[in-house]
């Protein structure tokens, strides 16, 4: 069984372990300073800022890469995770989803139910 961990230590992240579960932050690792929330799916990993916005790192396809939401990813308040995707929550109660569409990464077909999310 492979794994990985990562720590926040004095703000920044410590990763460790297999790279394909995340244990390698190198390549955002500048970005990650001032992380207050640490996030995890099966195989990668979600950062909330304290700016309030998110870095992503790990398997692609768990939600290691937010690029195609990127933008929408400001004011993050709140992260869950499931087995390969994310859902984060917004200030204005906004809803953004990422990752694997099975598992929730995609939520384009009921984005407009989804207001006022607490």
């Known amino acids: 069984h492979r794994c990985c961990f990562r720590a926040i230590v004095e703000g920044s992240v410590v990763t460790w372990g297999e790279r394909g579960f995340g244990g390698n932050s190198?390549?955002?690792q500048e970005n990650l300073r001032n992380v207050?929330?640490?996030?995890?799916s099966h195989k990668a990993f979600a950062a909330i800022l304290a700016d309030g916005s998110v870095v992503t790192w790990g398997d692609q396809f768990s939600g290691g890469n937010s690029w195609a939401v990127q933008d929408q990813l400001q004011n993050v308040q709140q992260i869950q995770a499931t087995h390969f995707a994310f859902a984060a929550i917004l200030a204005d109660g906004s809803f953004v989803t990422w990752g694997d569409r099975h598992s929730g990464g995609d939520s384009s077909a009921v984005q407009d139910q989804l207001r006022n999310v607490q």
């Open 26 to 28: 190198s390549e955002v």
């Open 36 to 40: 207050q929330q640490l996030h995890a």
